[in-house]
Each structure stands twice: as C-alpha cells, then as structure tokens.
C-alpha cells in the first residue's frame, strides 16, 4: 500500500465529507445555471486535477473557471481577462461558503444567479439558509484528494479500450461520485425517476440510452464507507449473477449494483489492476448478456505513444 491509495475512512471524516459534497453543489449550480445543456448532464461536471477538481471553463462573463485546490484548501476563480478571487476551505456554515462564492463571481464579472437547491440529498435545505456549522479536516481532505487522482488514472485507462460512446471521468456533484459509462448505442426504456430531489425528467434523460456504468463514492448512503461500484442500465437478465473480480467484489440487491469496498483495492497487491479487474469483469457481464457488438465497441487498453492498431476490416 502506497501514499497513491491512502487510508479512507468515512466515519472520520463524515461531516467533512458532506460539508464538502454540499459546497460542491453551490458551485456545480452555478455550473449548470450558465453551460448549454449536453446530453446526460455532462455539461454540469467537474474534473479531477493535480490540485483537486474543476469547473472547466464556464461561458460566463468573460468566461469563468472555478477549481476546489484541495491541497491548498482554498477555491480558486479565474477569468478570461486574467483575474483571479479565492477564499479559503474553513470550518464555516453552507450559508457562509454561498456568500463568499457569490461575492467571488461577481468580482471575476460572472452572473452569480442559480437554483440554490441542493439537489440528491435527503431533506434539502437551500444553500443560503443552511446555518450548521461544518468542520474542516483538511488531511482528510487531501488524503480523498489522492486517492481521487489514482482512481481517475485507472478510470482513463480502462476507458480507453472502448471504441464506442463513451462518457468523460468526472465527478458528479449531485451524488458525489466520480464516474465513466460507456454506451450499448441503443435506446433505453424510460427510467423511471424517483431520485431524492432531482427532477424525473432529469434522470430520464440522463439514463435514454443503454449504459454500463462505474464510480466511486467516498462513502454515505446505502453503502457506509468508501466503495466502487458497476451497473448496467437496462440491466440485462443474469446480471446480479455474473462472475466478477476482484474476490472482494459482490452484487448489492438493495442498490442493484456490485460494490468493491475502497479498502480491499487499497489493500491489494497491485491496486491499479484489482480496480481495472472489476471495471472490465463488470463491464463485460453487462456487454455479453446484454447482447452488445463488442467487436464492434471494443479494442485493446491504450499506451502512451502508441498508435492504436486500425481495424484491418474497415474500409
């Protein structure tokens, strides 16, 4: 076990955890308010960097980037005319972390105007009226920080075997989870909503096509602590029973999903490839039983440098 794959334990860091998760949506709303939408709410995500995660850049003003520096603790704005804002990560209440992200895009030229909602959590309460105050553990902030940067490593490897559509790795600020699908090309029933404080339409558009899906999330909810986890939607018959790998990886019949807990790839001989077993094993239960073209959407793991070998029948 290496500094790459460090210690996650949810119940240490649990009102952090959330606190973040909420300071998040404040950003991911403004995010959304302001980018054209893309399909299956790609146009709203963040994007794990060296220092921690961010916005990308949003049409707004004169354009506007917004990045959590979780090594420095502190959000970071910067502008299209070369200004920058920042205030610190800090034991605060949701209502304060709100006011001061407001103020900041206005200062960088922004529209600070958005759905104060949070959305995906249980009870909301808006963004602004949330007076609890939150600790900040910072270690543990750094340390979900470093486990974010292996985990998207091996996310993007694992993408790009996958000739198909495929989904960036990104992190959903709703759910909180850092994600990659790849896509069957074909339709799929209508979901059927029911997602705490998101709109069905929203899931419904999201969820049109036939996917096979994995994450992480750092922990909460159905699943205590710190797990992966794999499904397919529509999931096709046989799914729950499909053989997957790593050992530690089981299907959840409450969530409909398999979950691989954080810690047995931490604690493997070679993480990356305990991770990358079961985005592959989970991936091709969904492709086979769900009767894909996989010589059609499928090619060898990427390197860097090398060309990828052309299909020999294309042409």
């Known amino acids: 076990m290496s500094d790459e794959w460090p210690r996650i334990s949810y119940a240490e860091w649990r009102d952090t955890c959330e606190a973040l998760h909420l300071y998040m949506q404040v950003v991911g709303k403004y995010r959304l308010a302001r980018t054209p939408w893309i399909n299956h709410s790609w146009h709203a995500t963040f994007y794990v960097t060296a220092t921690g995660v961010t916005t990308s850049l949003v049409p707004d003003g004169p354009g506007i980037e917004v990045a959590f520096d979780l090594i420095e603790h502190m959000v970071v704005g910067?502008?299209?005319?070369?200004?920058?804002?920042?205030?610190?990560l800090?034991?605060?209440?949701?209502?304060?972390?709100?006011?001061?992200?407001?103020?900041?895009?206005v200062e960088l030229?922004?529209?600070?105007?958005?759905?104060?909602?949070?959305?995906?959590?249980?009870?909301p309460v808006p963004f602004d009226e949330d007076q609890r105050q939150r600790p900040y553990d910072a270690d543990a902030v750094r340390r979900y920080h470093r486990a974010l940067i292996s985990i998207d490593r091996?996310?993007?490897?694992?993408?790009?075997?996958?000739l198909g559509k495929c989904s960036p790795v990104h992190l959903f600020w709703g759910s909180f989870d850092l994600a990659v699908t790849r896509f069957s090309g074909r339709r799929a029933p209508?979901?059927?909503?029911?997602?705490?404080?998101?709109?069905?339409?929203?899931?419904?558009?999201?969820?049109?096509?036939?996917?096979?899906?994995?994450g992480f999330w750092p922990g909460g909810g159905a699943v205590e602590d710190a797990s992966f986890y794999a499904y397919a939607y529509p999931a096709p018959d046989g799914f729950a029973d499909a053989?997957?790998?790593?050992?530690?990886?089981?299907?959840?019949?409450?969530?409909?999903?398999?979950?691989?807990?954080?810690?047995?790839?931490?604690s493997a001989g070679d993480s990356d490839e305990a991770?990358?077993?079961?985005?592959?094993?989970?991936?091709?239960?969904?492709?086979?039983?769900?009767g894909w073209d996989r010589d059609l959407l499928e090619c060898d793991h990427g390197h860097p440098g090398k060309v990828r070998e052309p299909d020999p029948h294309s042409g």
Do not use: C
Not at 78 to 88: R, Y
Not at 90 to 105: C, D, G, K, L, Y
Not at 199 to 205: G, T, Y
Not at 275 to 290: D, E, I, N
């Open 78 to 88: 910067t502008n299209g005319e070369g200004l920058s804002a920042s205030f610190a």
């Open 90 to 105: 800090r034991p605060m209440t949701v209502a304060a972390f709100h006011s001061s992200f407001v103020a900041m895009i």
């Open 109 to 123: 030229g922004g529209a600070a105007r958005f759905d104060r909602r949070p959305n995906e959590v249980e009870s």
């Open 154 to 162: 091996v996310f993007k490897r694992f993408r790009t075997s996958f």
């Open 190 to 214: 209508q979901h059927g909503g029911g997602i705490p404080a998101l709109p069905d339409q929203v899931a419904q558009e999201a969820y049109d096509r036939e996917v096979s899906s994995a």
């Open 243 to 266: 053989a997957v790998a790593p050992a530690a990886a089981s299907w959840n019949a409450d969530l409909a999903e398999f979950i691989l807990p954080y810690e047995a790839v931490r």
């Open 275 to 290: 991770l990358l077993a079961f985005l592959q094993s989970t991936y091709v239960a969904a492709a086979s039983l769900g």
